[in-house]
């Protein structure tokens, strides 16, 4: 073996074991934003506002709740992955079945925003989010 082939065999295993790690993407990564407890959700779509409490819970990436405004209650569930949050529900609008998608960023200070999408309609919104006490 020439001394060039012995040098790559010794330094790059080296230089390997001293390379940071990767950024995780496991759950435990989401879990640095954890979700849980009482959100106050504010949603504009179409010239419609809507307002409405919602109480998530989130086990490693995994988001579920339920929120509640002036017409009832529904169960979401959703993901996070790192500062990104989405979660949808089923509800109706004067008899029709509706899915809401909510996809949006958890900012520094600790709220959410985003956009809304109402299927089957393909009509687009924006919503705020902040926690309650």
């Known amino acids: 073996m020439n001394r060039l082939a012995l040098m790559f065999l010794l330094v790059v295993p080296a230089a390997v074991a001293q390379a940071p790690a990767p950024a995780a993407s496991t759950p435990a990564a989401a879990a640095a934003h954890d979700l849980s407890g009482k959100w106050m959700v504010h949603t504009s779509i179409a010239g419609n506002d809507n307002d409405q409490t919602c109480t998530l819970t989130q086990k490693d990436a995994v988001l579920t709740g339920i929120c509640t405004s002036d017409t009832g ?43 809304t999408t109402v299927d089957p309609f393909g009509v687009d919104g924006d919503f705020t989010a902040e926690p309650t006490k």
């Open 73 to 115: 209650s529904v169960k979401l569930t959703g993901k996070v992955e790192g500062s990104k949050v989405s979660w949808s529900y089923q509800t109706d609008y004067n008899g029709t079945p509706l899915t809401l998608h909510f996809t949006g960023t958890l900012d520094a200070a600790g709220k959410m925003s985003g956009t």
